[in-house]
């Protein structure tokens, strides 16, 4: 038997084809399109629901749909979290952003049936050192698992090596930071939310393999205190049990053989 027929006979994250892959990548823009937008109108003054409303307007003026909106009833286009909201806060006209608040959007958009979906941290004006240091610590855990979307690699590789970026940002910044419990990255495709389920954190060399075409989307979240969260009586929004300020970054990735291909970049 092949190598390729080896691989191919064990269990493996779903694999797209080339032409998939562009399609993937065509959402993928519109998504980075509408993130671009939206942080560009997030100022001291404007509500969530006007970042909402900007990012469906990128997203429908491309030809494309928001995942979000509809989803398991979610009632926007966009997930807009201020500082101790994890994820999946809903915008709201009565929610207004003030100086150094930090906001985290998640968006998703999908174009002839594929999806991509995608996330950003950022603060409204200056922020405050500590969260400054903490999305710039999620982003550096996002890339550490970026980097592990390699051929032959297993699914809790990309995990372990999430956790490892965030255990190198602790020593970098000299403090420690909560991984998000319960919470984490995805398989997708024609679907926005698929198997296998990706963890933050984890022993490596376990899950499936990976392999050229297969696709995740990468999503690490950080505290600065504790990584428990509960969830409000909305039903959606995730917020820290102590408060503490949170940070999520995400990106679809491509495992190919030239290495990652990230597909939400504009």
Not at 56 to 82: D, K, M, N, W
Not at 128 to 145: F, I, Q, R
Not at 228 to 254: N, R
Request: charged share 15%; net charge negative; with cysteine.
């Amino acid at each position: 038997m092949s190598a390729l027929a080896r691989l191919r006979s064990r269990r493996v994250v779903p694999q797209r084809t080339a032409g998939e892959l562009d399609a993937m990548a065509a959402a993928g823009a519109v998504v980075a399109a509408a993130l671009q937008a939206v942080q560009a109108a997030a100022v001291p003054g404007a509500s969530t629901l006007s970042l909402d409303e900007i990012a469906e307007s990128v997203i429908r003026e491309t030809g494309a749909t928001p995942s979000f909106l509809g989803y398991h009833g979610y009632p926007a286009s966009i997930c807009a979290s201020i500082n101790g909201r994890v994820v999946h806060g809903i915008p709201s006209a009565a929610e207004i952003l003030a100086p150094a608040d930090l906001l985290s959007i998640d968006c998703g958009a999908v174009l002839e049936g594929w999806h991509g979906d995608a996330a950003v941290t950022f603060g409204i004006g200056a922020l405050d050192p500590a969260d400054e240091v903490l999305s710039a610590a999620t982003k550096e855990s996002l890339e550490a698992g970026i980097a592990a979307m390699i051929s032959g690699n297993r699914l809790t590789d990309v995990a372990h090596a999430i956790e490892q970026g965030t255990r190198a940002a602790e020593a970098r910044y000299g403090r420690p930071f909560g991984i998000v419990e319960g919470y984490g990255g995805h398989g997708i495709g024609r679907q926005m939310h698929m198997d296998p389920f990706l963890p933050n954190e984890g022993p490596p060399g376990r899950g499936p393999l990976l392999a050229p075409g297969s696709v995740l989307a990468i999503e690490p979240m950080l505290t600065l205190g504790s990584g428990k969260t509960l969830v409000l009586d909305d039903e959606w929004t995730v917020t820290t049990t102590d408060g503490s300020h949170a940070a999520h970054w995400e990106h679809t990735v491509a495992v190919t053989a030239n290495g990652p291909r990230i597909l939400t970049v504009a």
